[in-house]
């Protein structure tokens, strides 16, 4: 879309859109969702890559699940821990997971990520998502440091503001 | 002309939309918002055989509007349209 000029890109509201995109997994259907924010980083980024999300019956730890944590509050997270129903999610750009949420709230499983433009799919049960899978989580102690590599930048706290 | 397979309009939140529907996967990473004229011009001749005649005659039905702006909002509106990809 972003080629012709004449396009307008809209953003729909998370709490009013994802509903319909979970009625439409409910349904049968998979979908592919363009993707926000950075949680997911450094595997996904921020307006540029796109999930391709199915129901799910039974989420297992190390999946990145669709989630609606409270009424209308969406997030797309990796789960860290299932115990009993309470399901604990953490997204890989983050350093503190998520309030707890229940697996009913889980409401699809990213089956695998389009990623910088591409048209072909990096399924999640592909190598690459595996083994990036694998290092990330395990990397969890050191993640802080990793982040700031790989996305440098100056808290606010720490900048220079101009005094006029 | 025709509509393309696949594309199929859709209500989402209040807008009228042009989702890329296959038999399985709905795609929402490349939508295209339709105003309440083209969405209803689009119910009309989806599936169906048309040209800009065909357009122009249905907004007289809907629209009070003279026919030389139906025909050249019909001709605009093809174009965007193909442009877009959605009819062939």
Known sequence: MSQDHSTIVKQLPNELFLPQVVALLNEGHTVTLPLRGRSMRPFLEDNRDKALLKAVDKPQVGDAVLAELTSGHFVLHRIISIEGNQVTLCGDGNLTPDPLCRLEDIRGKAIGFYRKGSNCLDSTDGRKWRIYSWWWTRLYPIRRYLLFMLHPHIPYRFRKTKKI | ?88
């Open chain 2, 1 to 88: 002309m025709k509509t393309k397979k696949g594309f199929n309009l859709r209500t989402v939140c209040g807008e009228n939309i042009i989702v890329a529907e296959g038999i399985e996967n709905v795609d929402f990473s490349r939508i295209i918002s339709m105003n309440e004229s083209s969405a209803y011009l689009w119910k009309n001749i989806q599936g169906t055989d048309f040209d800009e005649n065909t357009l122009a005659e249905l907004l007289l039905k809907e629209y009070e509007v003279d026919e030389a702006t139906a025909r050249s909002d019909a001709k605009a509106l093809v174009e965007k349209w193909l442009e877009a990809g959605i009819i062939e």
